[in-house]
């Protein structure tokens, strides 16, 4: 039977410190594996109804411990990541777009690998970050001592792609989340055997396009006939419901993957799983009628799965029907695992340790807090409020969710003092955290002390001249059509420790534009270095893309050595620019790869 929680109780109160019991020692505390899907969408698994497909492993998770009936995320991914770090909403910590710099998490936020790392745990992250690349936003910085996979928002490959390992450029190994599988299942041996306790994260980035999924999942779907539609079937893109819904089934083996390696080590009742998605679905298909997809603040933009299991501990097939956010995951997991989370700020989360293990309803304690909690939705200015029984929408509009879950039909003349009370509450929310957002003026740090690596792709670079970015889509792009001398790439950058740097391109140039040279410069260094060397791939991915992509197509970049450059510390701009260009143009860039040189720099001490 199942045990249906219909309230909330907040029993510990969570702010500018979140206080726990005392820590235990390390050995006694649970292990965390949390997977974190990417543009999945509520409705994209069996255990929410879904006919069209299985995902047996993920419906496992319900079976075996908590789902959450009512649990939201952000409309989009970067501001979703940042929160469940945080356990505060997005825009506090700077987060406000997907790409070019927005998607950096301030630098005094505390992130839940931090808590996790202070309490003794080893910590990693294998997959999509998307909340900063240059160290410290980089995930080595900000609590993960390991992390494999790529930290933009998108990526153009997902067969054995350009990728990073703790900041070093790495060429990935077979289909993109198999391979963070592959790599987490090696960490979790590894701590295992060391009887360390581990904070694993898995933020996959499927079913997020471009739509590639091997052949073993593609071929159910090829053909197959969807038994659920999208609420307005004639906005269905049915290949893609089909590419989305094989990545589905894949990313649900790999679950299945990482359950059974906790059972072959006999962990599985040490460990706490979590897992939900970054947002609602990437295209209309199904998802049980609810109004919205990504990047909408309506309840099918933004409502997610979320299931914890934790054997001995959590009820196996409980369900939760109170409301919860990403924002709660932080406090709630810190609880469950007996640490202390000391932050500088205060958190917007609250812990849901007490609906996770409860025996029975009776133990619930109601109060008023539990009737009036608010859940706020934000994107590009848009703020949707969730209470218990109501959405206001971003334009005002109230629906009562529990009479009308599609929202349908505005009861706000009906409900006025309801509407208006929610009302006040985006404002005043409005007036808190949005003023400022986007006015950024944080440079892209090159050389902290404690890391070797500084990645500046095209991504985060502004092309001046003829220069063109390939896609309008930034953070998988490359820069082309670099005709004259006086086009150039430049970044805003600080840099934190001075010294001297390796600086290594990633590049093709075509055999006619053999002899090109550019320079490197910051304030008074100078670099210049040439092309020697004809490299000229081909744009690959339409081949294994199951439908058409919107984002831009790739290259295999080579890494192409400038030289080494001594830079001063301090802001600047960062130029690169063509001094001879003997062919078309002079090369098609990705990525600039700056690495400090520590032996040279103790040699000139």
């Avoid at 411990?65 to 825009?91: I, N, W």
């Avoid at 679905?281 to 919205?292: A, I, L």
Wanted: charged content about 25%.
């Amino acid at each position: 039977m199942k045990l249906f929680i219909s309230t909330f109780s907040l029993v510990v109160s969570f702010a500018l410190v979140l206080e726990c019991q005392y820590p235990a020692p390390a050995a006694d505390r649970p292990n965390v594996v949390v997977f974190l899907s990417d543009d999945q969408g509520w409705g994209d698994l069996s255990s929410s109804g879904n006919q069209n497909l299985a995902t047996p492993n993920v419906d496992s998770l319900a079976d075996d411990g908590a789902s959450f009936d009512r649990f939201f995320v952000c409309p989009v991914c970067s501001p979703t990541r940042a929160e469940f770090l945080t356990g505060r909403y997005h825009p506090r910590g700077g987060v406000y777009s997907t790409s070019t710099g927005g998607e950096r998490l301030d630098l005094d936020e505390t992130t839940i690998a931090d808590a996790f790392q202070a309490a003794g745990y080893a910590t990693a992250a294998f997959g999509k970050w998307h909340n900063g690349m240059q160290y410290p936003y980089h995930p080595n910085g900000r609590g993960f001592e390991e992390f494999y996979g790529f930290c933009s928002g998108h990526w153009g490959n997902y067969f054995s792609p350009m990728l990073e390992h703790n900041g070093q450029i790495v060429r990935g190994d077979g289909f993109v989340i198999d391979d963070f599988t592959n790599r987490a299942l090696t960490f979790i041996d590894y701590q295992a055997r060391e009887a360390r306790p581990f904070f694993v994260y898995l933020p996959y980035n499927t079913p997020h396009s471009p739509m590639q999924v091997p052949d073993r999942w593609w071929n159910k779907f090829r053909e197959k006939e969807l038994a659920l539609r999208h609420r307005d079937p004639q906005k269905e893109n049915v290949p893609h419901t089909r590419a989305a819904l094989a990545m589905c089934e894949n990313i649900d083996w790999n679950v299945g993957r990482i359950l059974q390696r906790l059972d072959e080590l006999d962990i599985a009742e040490d460990t706490i799983v979590v897992y939900f998605c970054d947002n609602g679905p990437n295209g209309h298909r199904w998802n049980d009628g609810m109004k919205g997809h990504k990047g909408t603040t309506d309840e099918g933009g933004v409502r997610s799965p979320l299931y914890v299991r934790w054997p001995g501990h959590i009820e196996p097939g409980s369900n939760v029907g109170s409301i919860a956010a990403a924002i709660d995951l932080l406090p709630t997991l810190a609880d469950l695992a007996g640490i202390e989370v000391t932050s500088k700020t205060e958190l917007d989360g609250v812990s849901l340790k007490p609906l996770l293990t409860l025996s029975s309803v009776s133990d619930l304690v109601a109060s008023e807090e539990t009737r009036v909690r608010m859940i706020f939705s934000h994107w590009r200015g848009r703020v949707s409020v969730r209470t218990q029984q109501y959405r206001l929408d971003h334009e005002g509009r109230l629906f009562d969710m529990l009479s009308d879950p599609g929202q349908h039909r505005d009861i706000a003349s009906e409900q006025p003092a309801v509407a208006e009370r929610l009302r006040a509450a985006v404002a005043k929310w409005k007036q808190e955290l949005l003023p400022g957002l986007g006015e950024d003026d944080r440079p892209l740090l090159i050389g902290h002390p404690d890391f070797q690596f500084t990645q500046l792709p095209a991504r985060d670079a502004q092309p001046h001249g003829n220069i063109q970015r390939s896609n309008r889509y930034p953070n998988c792009s490359f820069f082309t059509n670099w005709t004259d001398p006086n086009d150039r790439i430049t970044w805003d950058v600080e840099v934190v420790a001075p010294g001297t740097y390796d600086a290594v391109l990633y590049c093709t140039c075509a055999e006619q534009d053999i002899g090109s040279s550019v320079e490197l410069s910051l304030n008074d260094s100078r670099l210049t270095g040439q092309i020697l060397t004809a490299h000229d791939p081909p744009l690959h991915g339409a081949a294994d893309d199951r439908v058409e992509r919107t984002e831009s197509y790739v290259k295999d970049f080579r890494p192409v050595k400038l030289g080494s450059i001594a830079l001063e510390k301090g802001r600047g701009t960062l130029t690169l620019r063509a001094l001879k260009i003997p062919g078309t143009q002079a090369l098609d860039f990705r990525l600039l790869m700056l690495s400090q040189s520590p032996e040279r720099d103790r040699a000139s001490e």
